[in-house]
């Protein structure tokens, strides 16, 4: 059973706009969730995390929103750049049980 | 510091057979952690180990088994192999059981294909 959902597997955004990526999860014990970003051939490489005692989080240009009433979380990256095409994964995991339970994976491609 | 490494990185197998992957985690780190990554599933927790003993495991059948040895390396068992375990197989390596999950790296995984 998908405790976390990525509904969304692809997302194409023109450089320089926003990107945003929508995560529901449905176990509401997870206490603490991070986003991944995956290049082909490369493992998962950390992006942000947030706790469920906050709302939001920022780091330069990724931001991610938590609203725990709706168990959703997203990911916005402002300004998007080629770079950030990937593929961005979002996990859940309640911390003092800390297997990773991780969405399927959004596409993300940035066009120039 | 080098960073996990996987062997293979690519692998072809036909029905019934058995596979085992290798992970060797960064140096220092203790404890490895096993992924399982599908199109359409995303990653699949498999099973942790942290100085040579299993510490959690996710939802895989008994055809699924793992081990680690007293360097910290890693390896992962598969028998009877079935079609629906071609797949990503992630290894991701952290220092402690527990950690902080962004300390945990990934390794570029093992693609295994089952015919």
């Known amino acids: 059973d998908q405790q976390v959902k990525q509904n969304s597997p692809s997302l194409s955004v023109q450089e320089g706009r926003i990107s945003i990526l929508n995560c529901d999860y449905t176990?509401?014990?997870?206490?603490?969730f991070l986003w991944y970003k995956k290049y082909p051939a490369e493992g998962p490489t950390f992006l942000i995390s947030i706790s469920s005692i906050k709302d939001k989080n920022e780091d330069g240009r990724f931001t991610v929103f938590l609203n725990k009433s709706a168990k959703h979380l997203s990911l916005h990256i402002v300004p998007s750049q080629p770079g950030d095409s990937a593929v961005y994964f979002c996990a859940a995991m309640v911390r003092n049980d800390y297997k990773l339970s991780f969405g399927a994976g959004t596409t993300v491609t940035v066009r120039a | 510091k080098a960073g996990v490494t996987q062997t293979p990185r690519y692998l072809i197998k036909t029905r019934g057979q058995q596979v085992t992957l290798s992970c060797s985690p960064i140096s220092g780190h203790r404890s490895v952690s096993w992924y399982q990554q599908t199109p359409g599933q995303g990653l699949q927790f498999l099973f942790e180990?942290?100085?040579?003993?299993?510490?959690n495991k996710g939802n895989f059948p008994g055809r699924f088994s793992g081990r680690q040895f007293s360097n910290s390396r890693s390896e992962m068992n598969v028998s009877t192999l079935e079609l629906g375990d071609s797949a990503l197989y992630l290894c991701?390596?952290?220092?402690?059981?527990?950690?902080?999950?962004?300390?945990?790296?990934f390794g570029p995984g093992t693609r295994l294909l089952v015919l």
């Open positions: 991701a390596s952290s220092l402690a059981v527990g950690a902080v999950q962004e300390t945990q790296y």
């Open positions: 180990y942290f100085s040579e003993t299993q510490r």
């Open positions: 176990n509401s014990m997870f206490d603490y």
